[in-house]
Every structure is written in structure tokens, then in C-alpha cells.
């Protein structure tokens, strides 16, 4: 166990990363994602919780992705194929949480296997998506303000027409 003191005397106790080698290897990135969204505040210490941030990213470095660096960089398609289909699983609830394996996922997308290649494919396509929501976003809200000018008279029908035609142009093309 891993433990932390808060001010107010008591403790909070994280298990060791030692014991998280044991776990199947998506397990360590869904605790460190499930500690830091929603046990983290809950402490009301800040050292404390600088302490276990710095602890769970020391797990992440040491344990998370080694581990699953290796099973995706390895030989055996059968050990890959699960793990993938876990993260696949992670990904469509909570996509923050298979972030860090995102820079492996494009080796694999180009696999000589078939259905290695279509789960790394369909992870993709979940952060595809997801940028191109936020950059949706983005360009809503310049639109936004670029009809806040135009019905204020600070920029002229055409600008507002060329900023509205882009918009309606990224919107469409999917």
C-alpha cells in the first residue's frame, strides 16, 4: 500500500504499483483516470493531492504503459486483439482514459492482421471525432461572435457571408 498523510491527520491509502504489475494491462490507466476524476478533490488537501498526482503519474510511467507498450508492440496477435478490444471498450466510456496509447494505435492501424487492424482503425476514428467536435465548437462560437459584429454593424455583409459560407462548409464535410 501507498500511503499519504493529510493535515488534518488522517490518511489516505493508494495500492502499490508492485501489486498493479499483477492486474490486466488496461486496469492501471482505468484506476489512475477514475482516481484523478473523481477521488482526487475529495481529499481537501492540496499537498496530499499533489502527492497522489505525482504518484499517478509515476504509475502511468512506470506501470501503465510499459506494460501495455509491450503487449501492443509484441508478437502474440491473440494478447493484442484483447487488449485492444478492452481499450476499445475504455475508449467508448471514457476516451481520456486510452489517450496515452493513441501514438501506438497508428503502427497498428497498418498491421498485417485483419482485426488488429480494424480495432486500432475504429479507436482512431473515436479521436478523429472527437477533434473534429471540438474544432466543430470553435468554429460555432467564432460564428457565433462573427453574428454578434454583423448585427452590431461592425463588419460588413460580405466578411459575414465568407465567415458563415466556411463554417457551413466544415460543418458539412464530414
Known amino acids: 500500500m501507498k500511503v499519504f498523510r493529510k493535515a488534518d491527520g488522517g490518511i489516505v491509502q493508494l495500492i502499490d504499483k ?35 498526482e505525482e504518484y499517478l503519474d509515476e504509475v502511468l510511467k512506470d506501470v501503465a504503459i510499459p506494460r501495455l507498450i509491450d503487449v501492443l508492440e509484441g508478437n502474440n496477435n491473440t494478447e493484442i486483439i484483447e487488449a485492444l478490444e478492452r481499450i476499445d471498450n475504455i475508449a467508448n466510456d471514457n476516451l481520456d482514459m486510452a489517450r496515452p496509447i493513441k501514438p501506438y494505435l497508428n503502427d497498428l492501424a497498418n498491421n498485417k492482421n485483419k482485426e488488429i487492424t480494424k480495432l486500432a482503425k475504429g479507436i482512431l476514428e473515436l479521436f478523429r471525432k472527437e477533434e473534429r467536435r471540438k474544432e466543430l465548437n470553435k468554429k460555432r462560437k467564432i460564428m457565433k461572435e462573427k453574428e454578434e ?19 457551413l462548409e466544415f460543418r458539412d464535410n464530414r
Open 18 to 52: 508492485n501489486k498493479m504489475m499483477e492486474w490486466p494491462i488496461e486496469l492501471p490507466l482505468i484506476f489512475i483516470e477514475y482516481i484523478k476524476n473523481n477521488k482526487l478533490e475529495s481529499y481537501n488537501d492540496k499537498d496530499v493531492e499533489k502527492k497522489i
Open 149 to 167: 459584429e454583423f448585427l452590431n454593424g461592425k463588419i460588413t455583409p460580405e466578411e459575414y457571408a465568407i465567415a458563415r459560407k466556411e463554417y
